[in-house]
């Protein structure tokens, strides 16, 4: 990818950049719901997961998207996907419980959710003030 501004691509981009990033979200954050309780030697790697995939997601998206967008919309699929999956059922099953660890997983992921977004609107300031933008060669 060069590291150039992107072109705008109107309010339909913008729409559309949206939604697929919360379809992204949504993704991330089911599949790593199901690792929320995922223990090795006492750590708590389904947490550690949580985050990692909640940051790759967000700042690979604030850096493809060069905009607080894209990070955005990944975030409200997260912490949608996520809280649905921990609000209890009429069965009683619950996939994220309300303990320490289930609230660890909810709660660090979306902030460095919250992080992609800041590194999306640092992206998007740099490319688009005229200062400092990336020299090019032809």
């Known amino acids: 990818m060069p590291d150039e501004p992107r072109n705008s691509s109107g309010a339909a981009g913008l729409v559309a ?4 990033s919360a379809v992204l979200g949504v993704v991330v954050g089911a599949v790593a719901a199901f690792q929320a309780l995922r223990t090795v030697n006492g750590i708590w790697v389904g947490v550690l997961v949580g985050v990692l995939a909640a940051a790759c997601l967000s700042f690979g998206l604030a850096r493809w998207w060069r905009s607080p967008l894209a990070p955005g919309g990944a975030t409200l699929g997260w912490f949608f996907t996520v809280f649905y999956l921990a609000s209890g059922r009429a ?26 977004i800041r590194h999306g609107a640092v992206l998007q300031r740099r490319y688009t003030s005229g200062d400092g933008e990336p020299k090019t060669s032809l």
Do not use: C, M, T
Not at 17 to 20: Q, T
Not at 102 to 109: A, N, R
């Open 91 to 116: 069965e009683g099953d619950v996939v994220v419980p309300g303990s320490a660890r289930g609230y660890s997983f909810v709660f660090i992921p979306v902030l460095a959710l919250a992080l992609g």
């Open 17 to 20: 950049e949206a939604g697929v």
